[in-house]
């Protein structure tokens, strides 16, 4: 049995397809089957059920996989404790994070991480959330950037700030002649919102309780694939829509405008550096919580979780 073979069994189990599975491995189809079918022999079991497309473990073979994901998290972890010991900060960092964080958040921190620390690689994926998670618990990436909490057995959350909500309105909109905005006030027939399997979708459907106030059957007409084409929508029509306070940052004064907040508590959404609770590279995350929190306005920085949203 080696490290290169149970490497090869974990590889499989992702992506359930040899080919696909070799060229993660950057080897040969041949040579992965070879070393697979070579510890299945050693071992006396099957491992993966071939004759099903796509490949699927065996029963014992789940057993085998959870036990190989373990056995190579020891070899990183012992890497990982040499490299602190000795002072080195390097190696590949694989991170997911939402899209409506990564337009707004990543430009504030990526470029300062990778001149201070030229050794490490960042290796960034715009995903969403459920699929962060599972990439976590399958070790394919190393962190997450989410927004929180989630309560998902087995998976850590470290906060690194907290953000305001804010509402975008059309001139055109009722809500534009008003100082703040209350969450029932917002007509749901006007707003605009983000397609669904985005957490910042349900956060917002929970803040104005959308499911009971919209009865007419319009306000799903048109979901919104991104932030940008909420507040451009908005823009051209009589519309309403919430952003993110990282959003909106880099509003000109006219759009600034057009920004009302809500009455206090303002509602917040928690953004948190999220990581499997096994997870190696603690000195590397330590070192990306720390850029992010730095790189991070000031005014976010002093926003307390007074009334955080959930997800």
Known sequence: MTLVQLEYVIAL???????????????TQPTLS?????????????????????????????EIIEQAKR???????????????????????????IPTLAPYL???????FTQKYPNVKLMV????????????????????????PLQEYGIKEDVL???????????????FKKNYVLAQDIDPNK?????????????IMNLCELKKASKEGHLFEYEAGSIETLRRMVELTDGITILPELATMDLNVKQQLQLRQFKRPAPMREVSLVVHRDF????LIEILKKEIIAAVPDKIKKNKNSHVLPV
């Open 13 to 27: 189990d992702r992506y359930r397809h040899f080919a696909s599975a070799a060229a993660n491995c950057y080897v």
């Open 34 to 62: 070879m070393q697979i079918h070579k510890l299945e022999q050693e071992l006396g079991i099957k491992i993966f059920d071939r004759s099903k497309q796509p490949v699927i473990p065996t029963e014992a073979g789940l």
């Open 71 to 97: 056995i190579i998290a020891e070899q990183d972890q012992m890497h990982e404790m040499v490299h602190t010991r000795k002072g080195i900060l390097s190696g590949e960092l694989k991170i997911g994070i």
């Open 106 to 112: 990543l430009p504030l921190f990526v470029q300062q």
């Open 125 to 148: 994926h715009e995903m969403m959330t459920d699929l962060v998670i599972n990439r976590l618990r399958e070790g394919s990436i190393d962190a997450g950037i989410l927004v929180t």
């Open 161 to 175: 700030f907290y953000e305001e909500l804010l509402v975008y309105v059309s001139k055109s909109n009722e809500d």
């Open 191 to 203: 707003l605009w919102l983000l397609e669904e399997g985005h957490c910042f979708r349900s956060q």
């Open 280 to 283: 190696v590279k603690k000195r």
